[in-house]
């Protein structure tokens, strides 16, 4: 019991600490499916073992949210302070087509693995909640908060290369977003940052131009928010190295 109430501890402590960036959208599908540079003496299908990292930027806005209200209906709250901006660092590993890694979102960890080819990937990521929630004790106040705040997704890629090394492709995904927003309430500070959940599926398109040992890619994604009935675009820059 006394170990149990440790760990706990831990990982509330762990929460806190990354609390101002608990978002988790689909990761970058370009970092995904871009293989590690490998000397030409070590060119293959599939190389062995590999690794890389890439800092990405994401922009997004949501559009046409469902109004609700009982007196004046208006967009929800959270839809309208929601972020616009996303930092995402990510780092991972290659072992022939089986791919696995983490990275973090604004300051927030997340984990995923999948399987990526030269033309067709699939990637399955998720954020630390999941794994707390086990910890989760039915008696506490706040029982089934980091069950409230658990991102999880899928993402389908598809890709073609073409002259000098570019290379285009198509996304389509699926997930349980964790967003940020600036929460307000009476007390002090009046603003703070919080979080909200929603389920949404979309798809789009990106570029991978690689430059010398480096990529650099550009991707744009429209997807359909369902629990709040709204449209949202994101377009996102990455740096690989």
Not at 208 to 219: N, R
Request: aromatic content about 18%; hydrophobic content about 40%.
């Amino acid at each position: 019991m006394y170990n149990r109430l440790n760990v706990k501890k831990v990982l509330l402590l762990f929460c806190f600490i990354y609390l101002v960036g608990c978002a988790t959208r689909p990761p970058s599908a370009v970092t995904f499916m871009t293989p590690p540079k490998q000397p030409d003496s070590q060119n293959s299908a599939a190389p062995k073992s590999s690794s890389l990292g890439g800092i990405c930027i994401t922009g997004l806005t949501t559009v046409n949210a469902e109004k609700t209200g009982d007196v004046i209906e208006e967009t929800p709250f959270e839809i309208r302070k929601e972020w616009n901006f996303n930092l995402n660092v990510q780092g991972g590993s290659r072992y022939g087509y089986f791919a696995f890694g983490f990275g973090f979102q604004m300051i927030y960890p997340y984990g995923y693995i999948g399987f990526a080819s030269e033309h067709f990937g699939t990637m399955l990521w998720s954020n630390i909640f999941p794994l707390m929630a086990l910890f989760e004790d039915k008696n506490d106040e706040d029982y089934d908060f980091y069950a409230d705040n658990k991102g999880f997704g899928v993402s389908l890629i598809e890709q073609i290369e073409l002259n000098n090394g570019m290379k285009v492709g198509l996304t389509q995904h699926f997930s349980r977003t964790v967003a940020a927003y600036t929460a307000h309430g009476g007390g002090f500070p009046a603003n703070w940052p919080s979080s909200f959940y929603f389920y949404e599926f979309g798809g789009g398109a990106y570029l991978s131009i690689p430059v010398d040992v480096k990529t650099i890619g550009i991707e744009a994604s429209i997807s359909r928010n369902y629990t709040y009935k709204a449209y949202q675009f994101s377009l996102m820059v990455d740096y690989i190295i």
